[in-house]
């Protein structure tokens, strides 16, 4: 397992961006697929975006693509989430999260999860 910290949260007003980053401990980082989850309120926990371990697949929710864009650097051992055209419906706490094994877009299979970053977005 990996120790993952997420950064970068906060208040936006809808239309603007947020880039979330998340910071992974120890050195198998570099081969681990990298995803980001969210939850909102009294909603289950949903598949936003994934990274696969060489940056080279990507994968989006419906919801987020064309705004949203998953990167990483693995010589930083971070990955990141860049967030544009923001809508209300984006709020929610954001997880990133290590797959050893797979590159997935459920959140099965990741057995290293940070403690999230809480995103709000008003209207």
């Known amino acids: 397992q990996v120790q993952l910290v997420e950064s970068g949260g906060g208040l936006v007003q809808a239309g603007g961006s947020l880039r979330l980053s998340c910071l992974a401990s120890?050195?198998?980082?570099?081969?681990?697929?990298m995803g980001w989850f969210r939850q909102a309120p009294g909603k289950e926990r949903e598949f936003v975006a994934v990274?696969?371990?060489?940056?080279?697949?990507?994968s989006y929710a419906a919801s987020v693509k064309g705004r949203f864009t998953i990167s990483r650097d693995n010589a930083k051992n971070t990955v990141y989430l860049q967030m544009n055209s923001l809508k209300p419906e984006d709020t929610a706490v954001y997880y990133c999260?290590?797959?050893?094994?797979?590159?997935?877009?459920?959140?099965?299979?990741?057995?290293?999860w940070g403690q999230g970053t809480q995103v709000t977005v008003s209207s």
């Open positions: 990274i696969s371990w060489s940056g080279g697949s990507t």
């Open positions: 120890g050195r198998t980082f570099r081969s681990y697929a």
């Open positions: 999260a290590a797959n050893p094994s797979q590159y997935s877009i459920s959140p099965v299979g990741y057995d290293s």
